[in-house]
């Protein structure tokens, strides 16, 4: 990985927002990967080594991405991690503090983009 071509990590349980997200960061030269949260998290930072998560909150019915966001912060407490959710009560989850962002999913993607780029210079 690059830092011109900085590697983002989508976990969320729904195809059709991961390809959204991939397709829409690709053409902002991101590299992208996928999970839809099923695989252990550790695995899956293991294999991509992302400078950014894209976590949904909502993983299916038995999974939370607030508890995610727990074992990520236990493995790389300076990883950027973005909650994306479509409710916003996860804001009056203390879990959520964790978290360096959110972004309330939208068809419109420049927050999400805009969060992608804090979350950059942040890391570096």
Known sequence: MTDSNPKILVVD???????LYQEELESEGYAVATTDGEEPI?????RENPAVVIL????GPSRSGLDLLQTIRSLDAKLPVI???AYDSFQHDLKS?????????SVDLSELKDKVRQA???RR
């Open 97 to 105: 503090i964790a978290a360096d962002f959110y972004v309330v999913k």
């Open 13 to 19: 349980d729904e195809k059709h927002i991961r390809m």
């Open 83 to 85: 909650l994306c959710t």
């Open 120 to 122: 950059l210079v942040r």
């Open 56 to 59: 949904d909150i909502r993983l």
């Open 42 to 46: 550790e695995n899956a930072l293991a």
